[in-house]
Each structure stands twice: as C-alpha cells, then as structure tokens.
C-alpha cells in the first residue's frame, strides 16, 4: 500500500520509476534473490541497499532532533498548542505533541529515508 510514508521515502523502481511501498521495501532491505519485493508494474524484484544503513540512522537522529526543536519554536506560535507549567515555562499539550509528530518529525524522518538505494536482484 502506498502511504503517506512511501510518498516522503520515494522509493521508486529503478527500471520503471514506479513509486513503491516503503514497508515493503524496508521488508525486503539486503535480501537475496526470492525474497525481494516484486515491482507491481514491472514485475522486477527489488531489495534496499543496506550499504547506506549506518548513515541513514545518523541522518535520522540529527533530522529527528532539530525538526523537533524547530517544531517546538513553531508550535510556541499558535497558543491553542502550548500551556503554561507552574513554573512558568512554555510546554507542548497533547495537541502540541501530535501535531508535532504528524507535521513535522515524521515527514522530515521519512525523507531521510531518500538516501537508501533501491535496487534489482539480479
Ligand atoms: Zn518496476
């Protein structure tokens, strides 16, 4: 299934550039032939390069931190996001958080997720 994290990750067939299911293809990461996932278009099937893995997760964590404290100054701006504790300090509420999450880390996380290659089995 195509969601909204196969639209940030972008993994694409590389024979036909059609747009694939990252849970699929995360599925199929570093697999050998007959265990890959099958390009629905094409009928290639494909791996995710594992080579990109360690870099991957270091961009990820950067990108998770400083999207998340970008999200938290931008979310400082609409005050139906934020309160304000006992010691005077300015918090994210529930509201805050999820909107947080769904608007900010988890698309900059999912477009970490351009550097891993896609490739055929041969
Ligand atoms: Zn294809």
New binding site residues.
């Given amino acids: 299934m195509i969601g909204p994290n196969s639209v940030f990750a972008d993994f694409r067939?590389p024979?036909?550039h059609?747009l694939q299911s990252a849970r699929r293809m995360w599925r199929a990461m570093g697999s050998t032939r007959g265990a890959g996932h099958i390009?629905p278009?094409?009928g290639?099937e494909l791996r995710l390069c594992d080579a990109g893995l360690p870099r991957y997760r270091l961009l990820c964590a950067v990108v998770a931190l400083s999207s998340g404290l970008f999200g938290m100054w931008g979310a400082s701006l609409f005050p139906g996001l934020t309160f304000i504790n006992p010691a005077g300090v300015e918090k994210l509420n529930v509201a805050g958080f999820v909107a947080l999450m769904v608007l900010v880390v988890l698309p900059a996380v999912g477009a970490c997720q351009r550097i891993l290659k896609v490739e055929i089995v041969e």
Avoid: G, L, M, S
């Fill in positions: 067939c024979f036909c059609a390009c278009r094409c290639h």
